[in-house]
Nanobody, 121 residues
Framework: QVQLVESGGGLVQPGGSLRLSCAAS????????MGWYRQAPGKQRELVAA???????NYADSVKGRFTISRDNAKNTVYLQMNSLKPEDTAVYYC???????????????WGQGTQVTVSS
């Protein structure tokens, strides 16, 4: 019904930057919020940043001032600009969205497949 496809992960040196993208497609009626989570080895998945359809944002304390989330509602796409990356940012990053579908007009959480971000010299 709905697919979230992420791109933009990779290997970067400490202090570097990466931009993640996540495009939603399928039987979409409305997208309420979109966000990014991450999961490092041996740790629980945690919220990194989220943005509502009106542009209100929320960030984890650990990324405030370094990461910026943005959204293109016309393209059903969310972005995560990551600057001043640190080794502790290394994780698999997952896109998440709360979407109301045209199938039954119920809203559900959807997840992308994840993209690896590695910060290392």
């Amino acid at each position: 019904q709905v697919q979230l496809v992420e791109s933009g992960g990779g290997l970067v040196q400490p202090g570097g930057s990466l931009r993640l993208s996540c495009a939603a497609s399928g039987r979409i009626f409305r997208i309420y919020y979109m966000g990014w989570y991450r999961q490092a080895p041996g740790k629980q998945r945690e919220l990194v940043a989220a943005i509502t359809s009106r542009g209100s944002t929320n960030y984890a304390d650990s990324v405030k001032g370094r990461f910026t989330i943005s959204r293109d509602n016309a393209k059903n796409t969310v972005y995560l600009q990551m600057n001043s990356l640190k080794p502790e940012d290394t994780a698999v990053y997952y896109c998440n969205a709360r979407i109301q579908t045209t199938t039954d007009y119920a809203d559900r959480d959807y997840w992308g497949q994840g993209t690896q971000v590695t910060v290392s010299s």
